[in-house]
């Protein structure tokens, strides 16, 4: 069985939305479409990566206090 993850990965609004996908911690009220776990060095990859593809949830911050970005 896999480890739980802490992180999420919600889709894109659609292909070519300026906003990229967004990362999310676990059971952040602000996912709206659907997302999928993701392990901690890929959310540090994401958010890390390119702005265009990925984005932090400006609600749940992932990309603070755990030292993702």
Do not use: W
């Amino acid at each position: 069985m896999a480890p739980a993850s802490d992180y999420a990965v919600e889709k894109q609004l659609h292909a070519g939305h300026p906003l990229g996908a967004a990362v999310h911690r676990v059971g952040c009220t602000m996912i709206q479409r659907d997302a999928n776990p993701i392990s901690a060095d890929d959310a540090r990859q994401a958010l890390t990566s390119d702005g265009k593809f990925f984005r932090a949830c400006e609600f749940c911050s992932p990309d603070t206090g755990q030292k993702i970005a």
